[in-house]
């Protein structure tokens, strides 16, 4: 079992790398070398700006390349609930980007010829629980009258067409989703703006940013770099000066295992309609199909940090979840297993726009592969003065009380929705 991401370990590596030290100027600087960093640094190069990406690591290494590669539409939380939260005209405009956001994944994919596996194959979201079903049909009737009338309830009764498991109790599809090869996604992404002369850097985190005169100057490992703007796209970095940041975003792991290769007869059973599936717990599990016919099986398995232990930790309980749903896996070997740091906000929305002269985009929360993508085609027409095409523009985005430094209360945060479940 290899503790690394599938996505990555299936997926050229990003060979446009620009050699040599961090140097000069530029118009933009983009922090950050996953999706909403390569989908604005293309972007902005389209406009005709010569821009610099600095990535800690490498394209792709953090949560960009370590999700479920679910591209989906819709809200984490319940329709009727953002409605009620937000107000109808601002609910529906947001679901309405998340619906923007899987249009501008399949628009890049398309002109970019990015050979991603990208398929709108819908998303089904599983009631766990009887009455969790009466909710989702709530939702449903509520998304099909306001604003996304491409929804559909499955009863428990006809649920067999599309999961092949009696854990659950009916759901709700979505068609609008899709599923793709994310890693090949972003890399694509980042070969597409290097062709426009991007300058692309890994491994040459941002140590140190200040004013200049004309706009910032950028410090590396690497070298220095002045910039007339400056856009982070860093999500749960904990490299840099950040500090602003980290005390509004709370970075939990999010845990994956995918199997071997499994017969085409098999997965027929199990996702006949190949969907996106996710289920209706606090602590969430989610599956899908791989392009090679694997089943990759994720979920907030344990509110704590991603390393090498505690993967093959989360793994394990991933692995006993997947087999309640799949029984007949127990047999199948687990080829993959790894996690990721999700960057949570306090309201799971995400925050995107403008401070003291540095512009931002971060705090996907778990929904960001359509997301980010979308907001780094946007953010590029934000910094060319077209601030009124945010949707996360008039969202004020206050400290988390009592987070300074590591999450100490996570495992409070995962005790408490695992009581949830349990009770529920």
Known sequence: MKLTS??????????????GPVQGSCDVAVIGGGLTGCSAALALA??????VLLEAETVGHAASGRNGGMCNNGFAQDYGTMSAKLG????????????????????????????????RVGKIKLAA????YDKLARSQEL??????????????????????????????????????????????LAEAAARRGVEIHEHAPMTGLRPAPGGHQIETPKGRLHTKQVLLASGTSQTGPLG?????????????????PLPKETLDRLLPRRRMAVDTKNLVNYFRTTPDNRLLFGGRARFAVSNPNSDEKSGAILKAALHEVFPELRAARIDYCWGGMVDMTRDRL?????????????????????????MGTIMAEVMDGRAELNPWKDFDWPA?????????????????????????
């Open 400 to 424: 988390i009380p009592g987070h300074v430094g590591p999450p100490w209360f996570l495992p409070l945060v995962g005790a408490y929705y695992r009581l949830k479940d349990k009770l529920a």
């Open 143 to 188: 998304l099909a009258a306001n604003v996304d009338p491409d929804t559909e309830m499955v009863s428990r009764a006809d649920l067999a067409r599309e999961v092949g498991s009696d854990r659950f109790y009916g759901g709700l599809i979505y068609r609008k989703g899709a599923g793709m090869h994310v890693g090949r996604f972003v890399r694509g």
């Open 6 to 19: 599938y996505w990555l370990d299936t997926s050229e590596p990003f060979r446009s790398a620009t050699a």
């Open 46 to 51: 389209k406009k005709g700006a010569r821009v």
């Open 88 to 119: 109808k005209e601002v609910a529906d405009r947001l679901y309405r980007a998340f619906d923007a956001g899987v249009d501008t994944v399949e628009r890049l994919v398309a002109q970019e010829k990015i050979d991603c596996s990208f398929a």
């Open 244 to 260: 602003w940041i980290r005390r509004r975003i709370v970075p939990v792991g999010a845990f994956l295992i995918v199997t071997e």
């Open 129 to 132: 629980k009887p009455e969790h």
């Open 350 to 374: 995400p925050r995107a726009g403008e401070r003291n002269g540095i512009y931002y985009s971060m705090g996907y929360s778990g929904h960001g592969t359509q997301m980010s993508t979308l």
